[in-house]
């Protein structure tokens, strides 16, 4: 299938679509330091660095909640409504369905290499290994809306809002001025860096070259959405089988 003209002709001039840039990250800060003080407030910032024990369900529900709503209320209000753009602007199109089948074989191949890559660093980085223990698992006596919650988030909601803000317009935008190669490269690091945790920042930065690369060849979000709904299914299920001891060694990250 040949690229789409339109996936390089940005709506948006590079001032306008730096300041929707701007105001996203300056949302996602505020509400990031506001979900700290939360953090330091209930188990601690020692563990939330992964020192101690999990984070519960509602805190990182809450985490995931902040960045979407930052992402997604600048992008919605400045990116799109100020300029009288719909939905299509950002990759809401049909594709052909043979597209969705290979997103959804291309989220399973980049998970076991992002696990791979977990082991490695590990290995090689020893100190690392506090990055990698599983945030989640399906215990009893975690309430179960508070679980509901958290699968809603990483499963859906986070997958569409981020392949959305990074991909739809973060990449659409920079590669209608800037070359395409450097739109991809800066689009997933800021991506990754989003992320945070030092493992998750660079396995997320190579997802998101792929997931680039779905959206530029497809002019639709549809195939890096699903992509990466496979991705974080297959990261919550079996990192709750590893939490279980359900899982043989070499499919966990330590």
């Not at 188990?43 to 369900?57: K, M």
């Not at 490695?120 to 990055?131: E, H, Q």
């Amino acid at each position: 299938m040949s690229r789409s003209s339109r996936e390089f002709h940005s709506p948006w001039s590079f001032w306008y679509g730096a300041m929707v840039l701007a105001l996203a990250m300056v949302a996602f800060m505020a509400l990031s330091w506001a979900h700290m003080q939360i953090v330091a407030k209930t188990v601690g910032v020692e563990a939330y660095l992964g020192d101690g024990q999990r984070l519960p369900p509602s805190v990182l529900t809450i985490g995931q909640f902040n960045k979407a709503l930052a992402l997604m209320g600048v992008l919605v209000v400045v990116g799109l409504a100020l300029k009288r753009l719909d939905w299509s602007s950002v990759g809401f199109c049909r594709v052909a369905a043979g597209w969705l089948v290979f997103a959804a074989l291309g989220g399973v191949v980049f998970f076991g290499l992002r696990l791979l890559l977990a082991k490695w660093m590990v290995v090689v980085m020893p100190d690392w290994l506090a990055f990698a223990q599983v945030p989640f698992g399906f215990d009893a006596v975690i309430p179960w809306f508070e679980t509901a919650g958290f699968l809603a988030m990483t499963l859906l909601i986070t997958p569409i809002v981020e392949e959305v803000f990074f991909r739809g317009f973060m990449f659409k935008w920079m590669s209608g001025h800037r070359p395409v190669w450097v739109a991809a490269l800066v689009s997933s690091a800021l991506f990754g860096i989003s992320h945070i945790i030092p493992p998750q920042v660079i396995s997320a930065f190579l997802m998101a070259l792929f997931l680039t690369s779905l959206y530029w060849r497809t002019g639709s979000i549809w195939p890096a959405i699903v992509a990466h709904v496979v991705n974080n299914t297959l990261g919550i299920l079996l990192g709750a089988a590893a939490l279980a001891g359900g899982l043989p060694a070499w499919l966990t990250p330590g």
